[in-house]
């Protein structure tokens, strides 16, 4: 016979101890901000009988701690995304954590690189994650190695890098249904992944390179992809940080008006007009161009969200309503309407307010507009992505609004919003590398210059990341390289490269000809160890 628990009583034992550890470490300072919606009965069910370590959770705690050690100086951490070690271990000279951004793991790591589709396989980024948290542990130890051969007295001029960066990872939008979610969290966790963040954008949707095409999924289902990223997390007892991403800004479509609290913002025809994709595909079978079929057909359907149009219908009624008394001006009507709908309510309900106090019924169609992929058309709006924020921040650790092309005024409403409502939150944001920074979006020279800094101090904006410059700023340099390699020979490359790399002072750029960068100190007291020297510098 199998092995089984002999004694039910001891099981149940078990399993009640389970509940109380997770009871207790719920409410440690890492873990008391979380407001779950399930029970540590739940979580316990679903533990393994015997606990599985987690060895990202010194990174994740190291994490926190930097984090609020920035909320509370008002200052910020900057990092790149990278998924090259050898870059990574450069960068811990000067930066704190690193990130490891989908999109370059997608040109880097990926058999079939391509633009920044999440279309990579799920396991990608995990693996990168693995690739750096491992060489961050070798570059620890062949450090640790060549410190301990010499006295105290000498190491204070010795180099003492933290090389232990906690990394967060991109974990895009899921990869897939739920359990999907659950398994690509696993996966981030168990490779060292010190933080995750998750988005809300349509998994296959991805686009960002014909102009428009952004799609988001409906509110419900965004929270869902928190919320499985939360319960995987407790349940491996990671203290990972969860950053609650939001793609909402700029995005043009929504996948499913499933969620009331999503039809504020979807858009309508206003007019009985021919279904855009009808009209787009004659525009493709005459010969004519479908974006231009398409700007045209957006104007002649009177294209709006549903209290515009009703805006619309109360600005130009001129019969007087029939549930309105007479002395009630269009101002006065508008208002009665607006105080009467709010977030969560439906479309079906708006109706229902709009024919009470306008007795017509307003034509609006959200089906008529519709994409090829059965897309709703949606209009982004700072108050949308404060709304979707504020549902996940109680399930999050860091939140992040994800704007590109920004306007600065966006920027400033959409933190000091969440700050009036989350006064302690910490917030993560991103560079482009392609942005212009134009004034009529509130940049100025100088706002540029602290930007950054001024978000931290004002906003608590403690983590900003520059993705783009293992693209960008890499690219650019080994272009240069090249370029002089080819063209100088070796005399170009001794004089510009290798002298000031192996003469600068004070001390060389790693490389490997720098023993205690490369490992061979640390392969030597590999081999005298095993020869039963003692390798330690004598006190």
């Known amino acids: 016979m199998p092995e089984q628990w002999k004694d039910l009583v001891e099981e149940q034992k078990s399993f009640e101890d389970e509940v109380i550890r997770i009871d207790e470490w719920w409410k440690t300072p890492r873990q008391a901000g979380i407001k779950r919606p399930w029970t540590a009965s739940t979580i316990a069910s679903l533990r393994n009988t015997v606990p599985v370590p987690c060895l990202a959770n010194a990174s994740a705690l190291k994490l926190w701690a930097l984090l609020h050690e920035h ?43 391509g633009m920044d589709h999440a279309d990579y396989p799920w396991d990608t980024v995990p693996k990168v994650v693995e690739k750096i948290f491992k060489s961050q542990q070798w570059h ?60 809300d954008l349509a998994l296959g949707l991805k686009k960002f390179t014909i102009g428009q095409g952004r799609t988001i999924v409906p ?29 909402l800004d700029h995005a043009d479509f929504i996948t499913s008006v499933i969620d009331p609290r999503d039809h504020e913002y979807i858009l309508g025809a206003t007019r009985n007009v021919k279904p855009l994709q009808e009209v787009i595909d004659e525009a493709i079978t005459s010969g004519e161009s479908p974006t231009a079929a398409r700007d045209e057909w ?24 029939k549930s309105i008394i007479n002395i009630q001006s269009n101002d006065d009507l508008l208002n009665n309407y607006k105080s009467r709908v709010g977030y969560g309510t439906s479309l079906s309900q708006r109706r229902a307010i709009a024919k009470e106090l ?21 209009r982004s709006t700072v108050k949308a992505i404060i709304e979707r924020a504020t549902v996940v921040a109680p399930l999050g650790d860091v939140s992040w609004a ?41 940049w100025t020279a100088e706002r540029l210059k602290t930007v950054s800094q001024d978000m931290a101090k004002d906003y608590g904006v403690v983590w900003q990341i520059q993705p783009m410059y293992m693209i960008q700023g890499v690219n650019m340099e080994i272009e240069k390289s090249a370029e002089m390699w080819v063209n100088e020979g070796m005399g170009g490359y001794y004089e510009k490269i290798q002298l000031p790399a192996t003469q600068r002072k004070p001390w060389k750029v790693d490389g490997y000809e720098k023993m205690s960068w490369c490992g061979g100190y640390l392969s030597d007291a590999f081999f005298a160890a095993i020869a039963g020297e003692e390798i330690l510098q004598k006190k």
């Open 219 to 247: 509110t419900s289902e965004y929270e869902d992809r928190v919320k499985a990223v939360r319960m995987q997390l407790d349940i491996m007892g990671a203290e990972t940080l969860l950053f609650a991403r939001c793609d």
């Open 298 to 321: 957006l104007v002649s359907a009177g294209t709006m969200t549903f209290d515009e149009a009703v805006e619309e219908e109360i600005l130009g009624f001129k019969q007087q309503p």
């Open 71 to 113: 909320r509370s100086r008002g200052t910020t951490e900057l990092t790149f995304g990278a998924t090259d070690p050898i870059a990574v271990s450069q960068m811990a000279k000067y930066m704190r954590t690193v990130y490891v951004s989908g999109g370059l793991s997608g040109f880097s790591e990926n058999n079939y690189p």
């Open 140 to 199: 620890d130890q062949r450090q640790r190695q060549v410190r301990m051969q010499h006295r105290i007295e000498q190491r204070a001029r010795m180099e003492n890098w933290d090389y232990l960066m906690p990394i967060i990872a991109d974990g895009d939008m899921g990869f897939g249904s739920l359990t999907a979610t659950l398994k690509s969290t696993k996966a981030l966790v168990e490779s060292g992944a010190a933080g995750i963040h998750i988005d």
């Open 402 to 442: 994800r704007m590109d092309l920004p306007d600065y005024n966006d920027i400033k409403a959409y933190h000091e919003t969440m700050l009036s409502r989350f006064p302690s939150r910490l917030f993560a944001f991103s560079w482009g590398g392609e942005w212009k920074f134009p004034s009529s979006a509130g």
């Open 358 to 378: 306008l007795g017509v019924n307003i034509f609006f169609d959200w089906e008529i507009p519709r994409s090829h992929n059965g897309q709703y058309l949606y």
